[in-house]
């Protein structure tokens, strides 16, 4: 079978996750490459090359940068390796705060940056985290693969590449896990 090209509207398609015969992955998906010398490489799809005779995609490794043209049988999803999803670990933190007054005064931000990007901030205002050293995070990879957290004053905050979100989360779970002793 001979190659074929990318159409206009199947990069389109691609692009909005609608759903194309035969391709399994989107812009942004992590993903793991499945290859003998790979030793559990992981990384976030970047582009779809072509559909058929199988789909290709342009894959952003996270150690350097590194990008690599790979045929869609060498790739499988990292989906299936977070079994708790940032979001409900964050909306149990969350809860855990929350005591009839904080929440309608302090709570969490997300919004979007224009690079593309996101921003997170979290009160820590009256929360077990306030007064808690935090290590400033950045990571400055390539791309969009972006990160810088901190805390300024009572308020935990994070900007990041738009693949790079639930990273950021996982960044603030992980030292209000440890902060905690264990208790989120």
Not at 7 to 19: G, L, M
Not at 40 to 64: A, K, M, N, Q, S
Not at 111 to 122: A, E, F, Q, Y
Not at 146 to 156: I, L
Request: proline share 7%; charged share 25%; glycine share 8%.
């Amino acid at each position: 079978m001979t190659a074929v090209e990318l159409t206009p509207e199947d990069a389109y398609a691609w692009q909005k996750r609608e759903p194309i015969e035969g391709v399994a992955f989107f812009l942004g998906d992590p993903v793991v490459l499945l290859a003998p010398d790979a030793h559990d490489l992981r990384g976030r799809v970047r582009e779809l090359v072509r559909v058929e005779p199988e789909p290709i995609y342009v894959v952003i490794f996270e150690h350097g940068g590194d990008h690599r043209t790979v045929p869609q049988s060498a790739l499988r999803t990292a989906h299936a390796e977070q079994p708790t999803s940032v979001l409900a670990e964050l909306s149990q933190w969350f809860a855990s705060e929350t005591d009839g007054d904080w929440e309608h005064t302090h709570g969490i931000e997300i919004g979007t940056l224009d690079d593309p990007g996101w921003t997170v901030s979290i009160a820590l205002t009256d929360t077990r985290l306030s007064g808690r050293p935090f290590p400033e995070v950045g990571d400055l990879g390539p791309l969009t693969d972006w990160m810088h957290c901190r805390v300024d004053g009572e308020t935990w905050r994070a900007s990041c590449g738009p693949f790079m979100l639930e990273r950021a989360i996982r960044v603030f779970l992980n030292w209000a896990h440890a902060a905690s002793g264990g208790d989120t």
